[in-house]
């Protein structure tokens, strides 16, 4: 299930890892010469002949590479744009002054200091944007334009996501709240993290 409560739970599922499958080589190791021209007994009183039967080399290939990665995150600044979006306010509102604080960390980019954008997506940098997301999801704007969460869940999806939820999404959405049995207070912060974590949100 995509969306777990509460946040540290939301936190251990979305840690992704991306694994490089070490090079194989379908071939065995073989003697060099076991692909050379053999020598066999030849008739009475005659020496060693070469016998010419064509032989089948396989040729080597390019080593086999494996790689299992999540998709791409979406960057930094279009994350912020549609949270502002979706909540109605500027991007330079405060309620990101932690996001920018901590731009670098989430994957945004600083040229002329030698930060190159990073689209991964691990553990440190999910705590880090779940930490960032606290101020957006207890602001006045947030509670103002979705009240009630996560009965106002499929409008902050539909803003979110640019999609109304599925119904197994809402479902999901709906058994995690309850297994949690966490106070409204949680699960309305805890709904508001886990729209803005998504996959459907922060890949691309």
């Given amino acids: 299930m995509k969306y777990l409560f509460p946040v540290c739970a939301l936190l251990s599922v979305a840690c992704t890892g991306i694994f490089d499958g070490q090079s194989h080589s379908d071939q065995s190791s073989s003697d060099p010469s076991s692909n050379s021209n053999s020598a066999v007994p030849g008739g009475a009183g005659s020496g060693s002949t070469n016998m010419n039967t064509p032989t089948t080399t396989t040729p080597a290939g390019a080593p086999f590479k494996v790689r299992n990665t999540e998709p791409e995150l979406v960057p930094f600044d279009m994350r912020v744009r549609r949270i502002a979006t979706a909540i109605g306010v500027d991007v330079t509102h405060p309620m990101f002054a932690d996001m920018y604080t901590n731009s670098l960390k989430l994957g945004d980019y600083d040229y002329a200091n030698g930060a190159l954008p990073d689209g ?83 890949y691309r």
């Fill in 120 to 202: 991964s997506w691990n553990a440190n940098r999910i705590a880090a944007w779940l930490n960032a997301l606290k101020p957006v999801c207890n602001s006045a704007e947030m509670k103002a334009k979705y009240p009630a969460l996560p009965a106002d869940l499929p409008a902050l999806i539909r803003a979110a996501w640019g999609h109304i939820p599925s119904a197994d999404d809402a479902a999901d959405f709906q058994n995690a709240i309850a297994a949690a049995g966490a106070t409204p207070a949680v699960n309305y912060e805890s709904t508001c993290m886990a729209v803005f974590t998504a996959a459907e949100f922060v």
